[in-house]
């Protein structure tokens, strides 16, 4: 079963913008984390935000953690056309295993 | 350092078939996880290794198998292939299970099955 579920399911935004993917999980969770995917390859680890931390930033990233609402949202400052990408959240619960959302389907558009 | 690397990138298999794919993790690395992504369901967690161990494993009938070896290097296998396990294969390794870390996944297998 999902533990996170992104929304929206697809963005379509212009260079230059900022793209906001929101998450919601489950169950108590150990920490959060943020992957892109380009085109059907192999997932990247973007972004690792623990259950006692409330916002983490890299570089151009900014994610933020609401662990009363079980909830948690990335963004991306100043969207580029090398962005476009699925984005999943992915939550890691007391077992231990990561459990991924969906996705969100970002499309930066030059 | 090398990536995760996972064999083959590409599989056609044929319904009732069996196969086995591979995936050797990030050296020193020893924790090792499966998942298998389609459009329709998504990620789906299959099982999760460290020390040659189970330590998790996904809902996913008993057709679906794995191991690790003492080198960390693990394999799948799917048994009595159907159209349904048509995926992406994806094997990702971290350092140790259930901590603070993210996971380095590989390409993936794309697997179809006719």
Same mark, same amino acid.
């Given at each position: 079963?999902?533990?996170?579920?992104?929304?929206?399911?697809?963005?379509?935004?212009?260079?230059?913008?900022?793209?906001?993917?929101?998450?919601?999980?489950?169950?108590?969770?150990?920490?959060?984390?943020?992957?892109?995917?380009n085109s059907g390859r192999g997932l990247v680890?973007?972004?690792?935000?623990?259950?006692?931390?409330?916002?983490?930033?890299?570089?151009?990233?900014?994610?933020?953690?609401?662990?009363?609402?079980?909830?948690?949202?990335?963004?991306?400052?100043?969207?580029?056309a090398a962005d476009t990408a699925s984005y999943?959240?992915?939550?890691?619960?007391?077992?231990?295993?990561?459990?991924?959302?969906?996705?969100?389907?970002?499309?930066?558009?030059? | &350092?090398?990536?995760?690397?996972?064999?083959?990138?590409? *599989?056609?298999?044929?319904?009732?078939?069996?196969?086995?794919?591979?995936?050797?993790?990030?050296?020193?690395?020893?924790?090792?996880?499966?998942?298998?992504?389609?459009?329709?369901?998504? *990620?789906?967690?299959?099982?999760?290794?460290?020390?040659?161990?189970?330590?998790? &494993?996904?809902?996913?009938?008993?057709?679906?198998?794995?191991?690790?070896?003492?080198?960390?290097?693990?394999?799948?296998?799917?048994?009595?292939?159907? *159209?349904?396990?048509?995926? *992406?294969? +994806?094997?990702?390794?971290s350092l140790n299970p259930g901590q603070d870390?993210?996971?380095?996944?590989?390409?993936?297998?794309? +697997?179809?099955?006719?």
């Amino acid at each position: 079963s999902q533990q996170g579920e992104e929304d929206p399911q697809a963005l379509s935004i212009q260079e230059g913008e900022n793209a906001t993917m929101n998450c919601s999980y489950k169950t108590s969770i150990n920490n959060l984390q943020w992957y892109r995917q380009n085109s059907g390859r192999g997932l990247v680890h973007l972004i690792l935000i623990r259950s006692n931390e409330r916002e983490k930033h890299s570089g151009r990233l900014r994610v933020t953690l609401d662990t009363s609402k079980k909830s948690s949202s990335l963004l991306i400052t100043a969207s580029r056309a090398a962005d476009t990408a699925s984005y999943f959240c992915a939550a890691r619960g007391s077992q231990g295993n990561l459990i991924f959302g969906k996705g969100t389907k970002l499309s930066v558009k030059p | &350092k090398a990536g995760v690397t996972q064999t083959p990138r590409y *599989l056609i298999k044929t319904r009732g078939q069996q196969v086995t794919l591979s995936c050797s993790p990030i050296s020193g690395h020893r924790s090792v996880s499966w998942y298998q992504q389609t459009p329709g369901q998504g *990620l789906q967690f299959l099982f999760e290794y460290f020390s040659e161990t189970q330590r998790n &494993k996904g809902n996913f009938p008993g057709r679906f198998s794995g191991r690790q070896f003492s080198n960390s290097r693990s394999e799948m296998n799917v048994s009595t292939l159907e *159209l349904g396990d048509s995926a *992406l294969y +994806l094997c990702a390794s971290s350092l140790n299970p259930g901590q603070d870390y993210g996971y380095t996944f590989g390409s993936g297998t794309r +697997l179809t099955v006719v």
